[in-house]
């Protein structure tokens, strides 16, 4: 394959990434500006919701499928075909259950919350369609599907920036969200459908043999991908129940400021991880480019934990203003659970190469089990900051620690343990690296 086509696709997939951040970023200055924090705490709280389903949804086959379609380009049309079918009937579930809890429960006292929380759950059946995209990666043909979520990204983002300003209802901000989905999904399909010369996406050609093996590889990680987002959300969800929507709109807005750069973290990790996986059988190189990749991980969230410390509150001021001066502090707590975020992309794939996916699972579990510990006793305490420094502990002991406890994982853990050490250590490792030549 072109090695200058495969360069412009992996730019087209990563630019695709900074313009959803800085458009998420930006609608989220608006909004939390418009609604103020109590009712920007609400909106959060129900996106909380809708979130920890996702990996329900997904059923942990995005890594999976990119495995199969590598190792089996011949079965392309059977591995979208089946995952599409599968995607689509786990989301649908999903929103099911949803509207049944609505209907059947008093989850919320506002009819307005309600509705909301359902016009987004059904919105959210509609990423399944997201599949798709995988056939644009196998064809190197992201450059199309990426000029299509440009434009949706971007008019969908001045739609919602539009309604916080003038209506300030979170109903009509939740039907943009799930309208956004829906047309780039239909884009997902208007694209492949002028591309692909054959039908790749058909129903015809789901392997229910195939469906099950997959659904049984990808158990490990439906499982870790919940207990993921539930350390990554159930912060939010406890402030509500414990504190109130307020907190959970100062909390809301420093969160986003922090987890907005883990995207560089992952697009580092997939731009090199291919070339790691070349030297696996080369046990030196392979364990020196590990190294290599965590060490730049680690420097570059080391760098933006001081720098958001520092600067934080500035920031928090000037885009937020003074409501959500609370922020600030969660926000300089919040940052340094990058240091641990940034090196977990790498352990993430580093097990899915060594097939240690019920690791995945057990180290994420870990982090639900002491966010949740650690969020009871310090949320009643210190609010928001409490939950700042809960999510700090949690990726802290899941992303770090947890990595000790196998002799299986210990190897990663160890990396990262140089890692960390590598400002004290810096000069002493590459001088002997400059000897040895």
Not at 83 to 90: E, Q
Not at 96 to 115: A, G, H, M, P
Not at 126 to 132: A, E, I, R, Y
Request: glycine fraction near 4%; charge should be positive.
């Amino acid at each position: 394959m072109n090695f200058k086509k495969i360069v412009s696709n992996t730019s087209w997939l990563i630019t695709d990434k900074i313009v959803l951040m800085a458009a998420n970023l930006l609608v989220t200055v608006f909004l939390a500006r418009s609604l103020g924090p109590e009712l920007y705490g609400v909106f959060s709280y129900i996106l909380a919701i809708v979130a920890i389903s996702a990996p329900i949804s997904a059923l942990g086959l995005n890594a999976i499928v990119t495995r199969e379609i590598v190792n089996e380009p011949a079965w392309l049309n059977k591995i979208i075909s089946t995952t599409l079918f599968l995607r689509l009937c786990a989301a649908v579930l999903v929103g099911v259950f949803f509207v049944t809890l609505i209907l059947v429960s008093n989850l919320f006292t506002d009819e307005t919350q309600s509705i909301t929380l359902a016009v987004l759950a059904i919105g959210n059946i509609f990423t399944s369609f997201q599949v798709l995209d995988f056939w644009f990666q196998a064809k190197v043909l992201a450059k199309n599907v990426t000029k299509m979520k440009f434009l949706i990204t971007i008019f969908s983002a001045l739609l919602k920036i539009t309604v916080a300003i003038f209506y300030q209802d979170i109903f009509y901000i939740a039907v943009i969200y799930a309208l956004e989905i829906v047309i780039i999904a239909i884009g997902f399909i208007y694209i492949y459908s002028s591309s692909a010369k054959s039908s790749v996406f058909n129903f015809k050609n789901v392997d229910f043999v195939y469906a099950k093996k997959l659904i049984k590889q990808s158990s490990w990680l439906i499982l870790s991908g919940i207990a993921s987002i539930i350390y990554l959300k159930i912060d939010q969800l406890m402030l509500n129940s414990m504190i109130g929507p307020e907190s959970v709109g100062t909390y809301a807005v420093a969160s986003r400021l922090s987890e907005v750069w883990y995207f560089f973290a992952n697009a580092l990790v997939i731009t090199l991880f291919p070339t790691l996986l070349k030297l696996k059988n080369d046990s030196v190189n392979y364990r020196v480019k590990l190294q290599s990749i965590c060490d730049a991980l680690f420097i570059s969230a080391l760098f933006l934990a001081i720098f958001v410390t520092i600067f934080g509150g500035f920031f928090i001021d000037i885009l937020f203003g003074a409501p959500y001066e609370q922020s600030t502090t969660i926000l300089q707590w919040h940052i340094w659970a990058s240091l641990f975020v940034f090196m977990r992309a790498l352990a993430s794939k580093w097990l899915i190469a060594e097939g240690l996916l019920k690791f995945s699972l057990l180290t994420h579990g870990i982090g639900a089990a002491i966010n949740v510990t650690a969020n009871y006793f310090l949320i009643p305490i210190y609010q928001g900051e409490g939950a700042a420094i809960a999510t700090v502990l949690s990726y802290f002991s899941a992303s770090f620690l947890a990595f000790f406890i196998s002799k299986s994982t210990r190897v990663i853990a160890i990396i990262m343990l140089r890692s960390i050490l590598l400002p004290f250590t810096l000069a002493r490792r590459y001088w002997y690296l400059i000897s040895e030549k």
